[in-house]
């Protein structure tokens, strides 16, 4: 078993060298959408996560620690998703390891939602929260009832981010399948150095 190991090794550099030599061939504006996709949903989902920190900010009556607030409700949201991206669809991808379509598209959507469309909102929560109790803006429950509060208060909040959400989930979806369409163009270009005849 052991004798496979190298084999496989030197096979899988082989592939990866194999890709990553095609997707040099790539136009620039392609290149970078491989390369820097995963910062497009990063930053959506930092945008979802300003959106759902400012209605948060309006219900509960915050006025204070604007940066405070602001800067983790967008440096998270942007690091997770744009982590989760790079690490779940585009390095699988240009290293060979992913390779079905549907799987890619699945993946991204998956990842736009909950990363960057859930996460942003479930966040503001806590944020929020415990800005309203630092500054006593708001009414907060007693201890009893705080699950009930919580959920009544986020209904209509959810209910304002259902675009934002859906946005951002069919966008990491298409930038997903579009990522896989310029790796098949890439993986279809000749070799450098190879003539056609």
């Known amino acids: 078993m052991e004798n496979h190991k190298p084999h496989n090794t030197i ?4 592939i990866f060298d194999i890709i990553a030599r095609k997707i040099e ?13 995963s910062t497009y949903v990063g930053l959506n989902a930092a945008f979802c996560g300003l959106i759902a920190n400012s209605l948060f900010r309006r219900v509960l009556q915050v006025t204070q620690a604007r940066i405070a607030a602001g800067l983790p409700m967008a440096v998270l949201p ?3 998703a744009n982590a989760s991206f790079k690490g779940f669809v585009s390095l699988p991808l240009s290293t060979g390891e992913l390779h079905c379509e549907t799987c890619i598209v699945t993946r991204s959507g998956l990842i736009g939602f909950v990363l960057g469309g859930l996460y942003p909102v479930f966040l503001a929560i806590p944020v929020n929260g ?3 109790a630092r500054y006593q803006s708001a009414l907060l429950p007693e201890k009893g009832n705080t699950l009930t509060y919580w959920i009544r208060i986020s209904k ?6 259902l675009f934002p959400i859906l946005l951002q989930t069919m966008f990491a979806a298409y930038l997903g399948s579009r990522q896989y369409k310029v790796l098949i163009k890439a993986l279809q270009l000749p070799e450098p150095g190879l003539e056609i005849h």
């Open 11 to 14: 096979r899988e550099n082989s």
């Open 25 to 37: 061939l790539l136009p620039e504006a392609e290149r970078n959408l491989l390369e820097h996709g």
């Open 78 to 80: 942007f690091l997770t």
């Open 130 to 132: 415990g800005l309203a």
């Open 156 to 161: 209509p909040i959810f209910r304002r981010m």
